[in-house]
T-cell receptor, first 117, second 110 residues
Framework: NAGVTQTPKFRVLKTGQSMTLLCAQD?????MYWYRQDPGMGLRLIHY???????AKGEVPDGYNVSRLKKQNFLLGLESAAPSQTSVYFC????????????????FGAGSRLTVL | LAKTTQPISMDSYEGQEVNITCSHN???????ITWYQQFPSQGPRFIIQ???TKVTNEVASLFIPADRKSSTLSLPRVSLSDTAVYYC???????????FGTGTQLKVEL
């Protein structure tokens, strides 16, 4: 059971380049999230998805796009990378079934470290 | 989403009990309280969740008073490996806009 897998783990970009981060989960979770974490900071929500084919903006969505074509995958794209997007990116997923009660518990990936020069 | 306040940092020694308190004065009736732990260069991982009174698992205990305006994460007999950042989240199931604060940096020394 792999849980949440992020690829790539490390990437260096030049300003203006584009790239896509892939998040895959094998737990059949409905909800998926992308966060960024800057040094000494907490996690800030970029975009999230409540199911296949749906996406929504989080706290800091500017400069990023996402897609959820398959339930198990959530892609984060940077169309024109900027140095301000240098960060560690975390993907997470959670269950939200009809029998759900309480607050959902997030399962996180190991992170993707992105440097934009 | 209920706003939470927790100490920025705490120091402890191996073998001691550590209590980290989180304030959430505007917690809603349906909100649950969840704590996560994050080690350097890793994603956060779930520690414990509760709604009221006391919850205990193999890792920690969570104490929630009757008014639910605060909660305390208790780590028994910490070790060096408990050095991490601890986040308190308060929300209802319906997982949109889940934001983390800066958390509490716990440092455990010999």
């Amino acid at each position: 059971n792999a849980g949440v897998t992020q690829t790539p783990k490390f990437r260096v970009l030049k300003t203006g380049q584009s790239m896509t981060l892939l998040c895959a989960q094998d737990m059949n979770h409905e909800y998926m999230y992308w966060y960024r974490q800057d040094p000494g900071m907490g996690l800030r929500l970029i975009h999230y998805s409540v199911g296949e084919g749906t996406t929504a903006k989080g706290e800091v969505p500017d400069g990023y796009n996402v897609s959820r074509l398959k339930k198990q995958n959530f892609l984060l794209g940077l169309e024109s990378a900027a140095p301000s997007q240098t960060s560690v990116y975390f993907c997470a997923s959670s269950y939200e079934g009809q029998d759900f009660s309480g607050a959902n518990v997030l399962t996180f990936g190991a992170g993707s470290r992105l440097t934009v020069l | 989403l209920a706003k939470t306040t927790q100490p920025i940092s705490m120091d402890s020694y191996e073998g001691q009990e550590v209590n980290i308190t989180c304030s959430h004065n505007n917690i809603a009736t349906n909100d649950y309280i969840t704590w996560y732990q994050q080690f350097p260069s890793q994603g956060p991982r779930f520690i414990i969740q509760g709604y009221k009174t006391k919850v205990t698992n193999e890792v920690a205990s969570l104490f929630i008073p009757a008014d639910r305006k605060s909660s305390t994460l208790s780590l028994p007999r910490v070790s060096l490996s408990d050095t991490a950042v601890y986040y308190c989240l308060v929300f209802t199931g319906g997982g949109n806009k889940l934001t983390f604060g800066t958390g509490t940096q716990l440092k455990v020394e010999l």
